[in-house]
């Protein structure tokens, strides 16, 4: 095993994670992280349209374009997807490892109760999910 890859998420970006998490709560909340060269600077949040909102999160196509138009109009573009666990851990399931998509940030919100919530960065390498550190400062 080689370093783990770091990536910078800025506190401010991961205020509103959790706040849109438990927003959603029960729910799974989605959304995009746009940035410049893959790292975050916004945090969007779309609606869920999956058929269970409850287990599933499905990003809206046409709000998935919009905002992608919208950040490239501005110099940016998306460099990730997030989503929250309503009740539980940060780590992908099953179910989003087969949805992601190689090359992009996926990071997770997991809620875990008492206004807990961890917040963990993943990356799709051969198929399988590599952890990538999130780190709130400029290191
Ligand atoms: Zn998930």
Redesign the pocket.
Known sequence: MGRMAEMRLPSPLRRALAQHARDAWPEEACGLLVGVGGAPREVVRLANVAGDPLRR?ALDPLEYMRVEHAAERRGLGVAGVW?S?PDGGAE??E??RRAAWPGWLYV?VGLQGEGQHCIRGWRLVANEFVEEELHAEQS
Do not use: G, K, L, V
Request: aromatic content about 12%; overall charge negative; hydrophobic content about 10%.
């Open positions: 999160y989503h666990h992908p399931s179910t989003d997770i």
